[in-house]
């Protein structure tokens, strides 16, 4: 059972949706016309031409990038993702129960997600959440943990092995950050405190994490080595500040800002060592849970100020902010990635094929150049190896030399 200052993580998306129909406009008082006393032979007045609007710049919005999240558009809360030029969405999950959070990886090919389809008894927001993973197409559903209790908040590590995630796994009431590696399932925990630590990000080497913590007795913005150690404080208020989302070159921390019973959240954003705080929204309602596009010329944030939740772009400095997609439903958390590779999804079936009594063919994908696309095909068979690099192919028949590249 979650302790009540844990279930505040999770219930600001519930206070938020509950008090979005509760505003009141105040009504304003006409304004009094003093009466002028007519002045024979005044020429009447000229009028005055309206100055011309200029359409506000747009934030630069990576080409071909797209952006994961959660929505109720279809009557239940489910992932999806969209993209950003085309504005067109895809729903990726299709399930009763709650799937949400969702986290894409570093190259765009797979994302990490919430679900409560393993809970027997649902009750929101004290949902028992298990981690999945799904391709970013919707194929290859896979689960990832199977506990008793709930996690939260997946984030990748930037080479995609790593996803971090907050739970009570010691049953002491506090949320702990944890890092599972993708390949084994291995989890390791980051954090041990007599506090709550959550939501954490990794930096773009990922060597270090930001992350949020109530053990000084408001949530504050902290900083650790990828491993847990030396963690430190960034932020030291009164307010609560949550959700921090690292820049991609490293320079800076996005964050959301809470007074605590204000029912107003806003997005601000400082330097890494925690200097230089500046606000970027100043809406009614909620603006929350920042994420950088991949190139760092935007910030996608979930905003309440139309009414419902939707995911809203701006500019690193908090100008040129829009909605990408309005619609009357609730949509949030985003998660922006970078364009899908043709080759992010390698997929392998069982041929019919009768292929005699030959020894088995070795293949190995390879990425030389960094640059996330799969360039080489290594192939072992009798006799010798095959290489194909950029369509091109070598055929190597003695031996193998291997070579750093």
């Known amino acids: 059972m979650l302790t009540r200052r844990f279930k505040w993580g999770i219930c600001l998306l519930l206070i938020s949706i509950l008090w979005s129909n509760c505003q009141a406009t105040p009504d304003i008082p006409s304004a009094t016309m003093e009466q002028q006393t007519p002045v024979p032979h005044t020429p009447a007045p000229t009028a005055t031409p309206l100055p011309t609007l200029v359409p506000q710049a747009q934030a630069a919005i990576m080409p071909g990038s797209r952006i994961a999240f959660y929505s109720n558009r279809d009557g239940n809360p489910e992932i999806y993702i969209m993209d950003v030029d085309s504005a067109q969405v895809t729903r990726l999950t299709n399930d009763p129960a709650f799937d949400d959070s969702p986290a894409l990886s570093p190259d765009g090919a797979r994302i990490a997600f919430l679900t409560a389809r393993h809970d027997s008894a649902p009750r929101f927001p004290d949902l028992k ?28 590590s930037p080479d995609g092995s790593k996803i971090s995630f907050d739970a009570d796994y010691d049953g002491d009431g506090y949320a702990e950050i944890y890092a599972l590696d993708v390949a084994s399932l291995e989890v390791t925990r980051l954090t041990s405190n007599a506090a709550n630590d959550q939501f954490a990000d990794w930096s773009p080497d990922g060597t270090q994490m930001a992350f949020a913590s109530d053990r000084n007795g408001s949530w504050d913005i902290f900083v650790m080595q990828s491993n847990g150690d030396h963690q430190r404080v960034l932020t030291d208020s009164p307010d609560w500040e949550l959700f921090p989302a690292w820049s991609p070159d490293g320079t800076q921390i996005a964050f959301n800002k809470l007074t605590p019973r204000s029912r107003n959240t806003d997005i601000f954003v400082m330097r890494a060592d925690g200097s230089d705080v500046r ?120 031996e193998i030399h291997a070579t750093s590249m």
Do not use: C, K
Not at 280 to 307: C, K, M, V
Not at 336 to 365: C, I, K, N, V, Y
């Open 129 to 156: 959440y298990e981690l999945y993973l799904v391709d970013s197409d919707g194929g290859n559903l896979r689960r990832l943990t199977t506990t008793a209790s709930a996690e939260g908040h997946p984030a990748w």
């Open 279 to 398: 606000q970027l929204t100043n809406a009614p309602g909620f603006d929350e849970n920042p994420a950088w596009s991949p190139d760092g010329d935007a910030i996608a944030f979930q905003s309440q100020r139309d009414g419902n939740f939707e995911i809203t772009v701006m500019a690193p400095d908090g100008s040129a902010q829009r909605p990408l997609d309005p619609t009357p439903n609730d949509e949030l958390w985003p998660s922006w990635g970078p364009p899908l590779s043709p080759d992010a999804h390698l997929r392998l079936e069982m041929s019919s094929q009768d292929l005699g009594l030959r020894e088995t063919f070795q293949a190995a994908l390879r990425d030389p150049d960094g640059n996330g696309d799969l360039d080489m095909v290594i192939g072992r068979f009798r006799g010798g190896v095959q290489i194909w690099f950029n369509r091109q192919l070598w055929r190597y028949e003695d």
